[in-house]
């Protein structure tokens, strides 16, 4: 599976952002989008940014389980385009923090702010395994501006701002 190039996240002021289309499944019978929704939208920046870190965007390659996640709503999103920004946060032993923002059109306004926790996940042993020093450089040079080889979108990153959610 290859992902469009339109649909794919460009990076700016710290965050990789993706842009994205609110469809009308999304939607729930008062017109906005329902609130499980928001976390299908974290999930879709979480996999883009992942997939930008390693440098593929196969399904089988998230090398991650969901051990935590939250959201705080803070705008109404109907029927419209949004953007979805996702930045990594703090990197334990094997776990990940990573920090949303559902951004309306304008990149602004902030409708939801969310964070998830992962834990790198080794599929065929079933368990949990450490981040390595490779994974960590790779998220030191992206949130830096910088771009390692297994970059797809030859698109640097511009430095900004790097607040938390």
Not at 86 to 112: C, L, P, Q, W
Request: one cysteine or more; aromatic letters at 10%; charged letters at 25%.
């Amino acid at each position: 599976m290859s992902i469009s190039e339109q649909f794919r996240g460009k990076w700016r002021d710290g965050w990789h952002v993706v842009p994205h289309q609110v469809l009308f499944r999304d939607l729930d019978s008062f017109g906005h989008v329902n609130n499980a929704t928001f976390f299908t939208f974290f999930e879709w920046g979480r996999a883009q940014l992942w997939w930008e870190l390693i440098g593929s965007d196969r399904p089988q390659d998230i090398g991650f389980i969901v051990a935590h996640a939250q959201c705080d709503f803070r705008q109404q999103v109907g029927l419209e385009p949004i953007e979805i920004a996702t930045r990594i946060g703090e990197m334990r032993n094997s776990s990940v923090d990573f920090h949303g923002e559902i951004r309306k059109a304008n990149g602004y306004s902030v409708a939801a702010t969310g964070k998830v926790v992962v834990v790198l996940w080794d599929w065929a042993r079933q368990s949990k395994v450490p981040i390595s020093d490779e994974l960590r450089r790779k998220v030191a040079d992206h949130a830096a501006g910088t771009r390692t080889d297994s970059s797809r979108s030859g698109e640097a990153p511009v430095r900004g701002d790097r607040r938390t959610p």
